[in-house]
C-alpha cells in the first residue's frame, strides 16, 4: 500500500539519462526501513558497475529473467524498462536497482521540486547531547533575552504567519509546506529556506538537556533547555514558538571568549549548531557533552608557535636572531605576512624553512604558485569535471581546494593547537581580489565568519592557520598589492642592501671553505644598480654548480646577465660592459 503523507519521487540516470519514478509504501522492509515501489515504465540502466550488493545483482537477474525488465525499444543497450511496478525493501535498494551501482536512496529520489526524500523521514538518530545559539536580542527591534527570556525561564522564534503544526517532530518536508503556506507573499525565497533550517532546528532537533546560548548587550547567557518546543498565541507572533529554559543568571563578556567560540557565533542565523564548540561552552559553565563512556579528557595545548632557536638561525645563515624573533611575533600577531624582495633573495625558501620551523615540520605545510589565471575556484572551492569511479560518468562537483582543504585540517579535533602554514609563492601574480573573494574580510577580521559563495557554508579561518607569501619586486609585468592587502599582511622586506640578506653570501662561503670573490663581486654589481628593486640576491651564487670549473662565468652570463638586460632594455647599454666579471673585477682593483 502506498504511503499517502508522502509524494511520488524522481530519479534520474546518470550521463543525461531518463527518469525513473517511485512512492514510498507503508510497509516496512527486511532492514526496518520503509518499503519503495519502482513504478511500471520507469527506466533502468542495463550497466552494473563494481559495489552493487550481491542480492541486487541477483535481483536484477532475476528480473530479467521473467520479463520485468525489458529491453528499452529506443535505446536497448543502454536502459531497460519495467513492464510492471517492482516492490524493493528500501529507496536505497530501489535506487541502485535503478541505477546499478550502490547509491543513498533518500539522497538520490528526489520529489518534483528537487527536495530529497531525506527531507521528509524523521531523524533516527542525533548526539546525545548538542548545544545550540538562538538569537533573540533584536526581534522586530526588541531585545527578548533581557525583557521576556531570562525573567521567564524560555527561549523562542518568532512564527507570526505560521499556521498551526500537527506534528510534535515536523520533518524538514513538513515545515517547508507550513512555511510556504503562511509566507507565501510575505517572505522572498531566500528568507522561507532560513527560516524553514532554523524551525527545524528550533523545533525537532533541540531535545531536553541540550546546551542553550543567547547573545544580549554583548553578554554571553547560558542555559540548559528543560520542556519540549510549544507553539502559544503572543503579541505580535514575536514568541510564539518556546521552549522552556533554565538560565545562568551571569553572563560572559563577548570580548573575553575563546576565538573558535566568537567565530561561531558570528554566524548569521537565529539558530545555529554549537556542538563543535561543546567544551569551550563547557569551560564557562555549560553542561559538558555527553559520551558513551567515560573517557579522561585530553590535557589542553595551547596554541603556540615554535621558539626561535640558535639552531634555526645557524641553519639559515641569519647572524641577528632579534630578527627572527621579530619575524615570529609578526606571525603571531597578524597570522599573515609577505616576504618581498628582488629576485634570488631566498624569499620561497625562506618562507618554507619558517613555516617548518614554527610548525612543528614539514607535515603543516602547504604550498600553492599564483599566477595571471588563478582564480577563487582554484584556491578555495569551485565547481570541477570529476570522473566518478564506478559509473565513469563525468559531473561537475564542488571541489575543495588548497585553502579549504588545510583550513578544514587545521580545525580537525586533535589539531587546534598546531600551527598550519599555507605559503603563496609569487602572491602578486594573480589578481587578488577575484582569487580571494569574501576570503578577504576573513584575513582581517579573524573572528568572524563569512557565507561562502559556492557550497553556502558559514566559514570562519582557523587561528592556527597561517599565511606567508612572496613577492619579487622586479617583475615589472605585474603590478604590486593594492592597499586593502597590504592592510592585511605584515611586509618584511627581504634586499641584497640590508639585513639579513647583506651578508648572506659572505657568511655561506665561509661556512663551506671556498673563496670570498663571489661575495665581493655581487657586492660590487648591486652597488652599480640605481633601483634597489633590480638588486641580485645571493642564492644565483649559492649552488654547487657555480664552483666547478667555469661554474662562476657561465652563471653569470646565463643567470644574471639575462636580468640587467630586461633592466636596461632600450636604453642602449652595454651590459657586458658595465656589470660583467671582468668590469667588476677591475673595478675593485
Known sequence: MEHPDYPEFRLKLPGDGPTAYGRLLAELGNNGSLKFLVRQGSPVSASEWPGLSDYTRRQRTELRADGTLADAPDNPSRYWLATRDIECNSASAAASLVIGYSVSGPEAWRDAAGHPLSDYLTPS????????????????????????????GLASLSGAHLPPLDEQDPTKSSLRRYVEDGYESTASYSQKRGLVDDLHAFLTQMRVGDTLATLSEGQLFLGQITGEAQQTDSPGGLTNLRRTVSWQRQGHPYNELPEELQQKLSVQHDVVDLTSVADSLAALGAPAPVTDEEVPPAPTKDLALAPVTDELASDLLVHDRAWLDEVRELLWDERQLVLYGPPGTGKTYLAMKLAEHFGGGAEQVKLVQFHPSYAYEDFFEGFRPVEDPETREVAFRLTAGPLRELADLASRDGNKHIPHFLIIDEINRANL?????ELYFLLEYRRKTVRLTYSGDDFALPPNLFVIGTMNTADRSIALVDAAMRRRFAFIELSPRTEPTRGLLARWLEREGKDHEPARLLDTLNDRLADPDFAIGPSYLMKPGVYRTGGLERTWRTKILPLLDEYHYGEGIDVEDRYGLDALRKAQG
Open 433 to 437: 581580489a577575484k582569487v580571494f573573494g
Open 125 to 152: 538518530w542525533r548526539a546525545p547531547r548538542k548545544s545550540w545559539l538562538v538569537r533573540g536580542s533584536n526581534v522586530s527591534g526588541r531585545d527578548l533575552v533581557r525583557r521576556i527570556w531570562l525573567g521567564e
